[in-house]
């Protein structure tokens, strides 16, 4: 099972940290991913932390970071420099470690999800 947790109302320009807390099972057993997916829009991946390093979308490189912390049993999305238009519902999601990167980017290539955080940011 997955928790995310940590979003709410930013002011563009702001920072945010996403978690994603897993029970019954390990984080490094899996590619742990990020989505989001805005009001009326298709679910996109954000970043992905794999056995080979990290992915991310080029709408957020340079501005997210997805980090783990195994002992902790937590994947994280350090969000800075936020826009209007990163305003979404976040989830995070677990898929399996051999996957291949391209395959990382579908939602539906992923087994386990989180129930979703809101992130808005709004002046």
């Known amino acids: 099972q997955l928790q995310a947790s940590g979003g709410g109302l930013v002011q563009p320009g702001g920072s945010l940290r996403l978690s994603c807390t897993a029970s019954?099972?390990?984080?490094?057993?899996?590619?742990m991913g990020w989505f989001r997916q805005a009001p009326g829009k298709e679910r996109d991946f954000v970043a992905v932390?794999?056995?080979?390093?990290?992915s991310y979308d080029d709408s957020v490189k340079g501005r997210f970071t997805i980090s783990r912390d195994n002992a902790k049993n937590t994947v994280y999305l350090q969000m800075n420099s936020l826009r209007p238009g990163d305003t979404a519902v976040y989830y995070c999601?677990?898929?399996?470690?051999?996957?291949?990167?391209?395959?990382?980017?579908?939602?539906?290539?992923?087994?386990?999800w989180g129930q979703g955080t809101l992130v808005t940011v709004s002046s």
């Open positions: 999601a677990a898929a399996s470690l051999t996957s291949i990167l391209s395959s990382l980017w579908s939602p539906d290539h992923y087994i386990y």
């Open positions: 932390f794999r056995r080979t390093g990290t």
């Open positions: 019954g099972g390990t984080i490094s057993s899996y590619a």
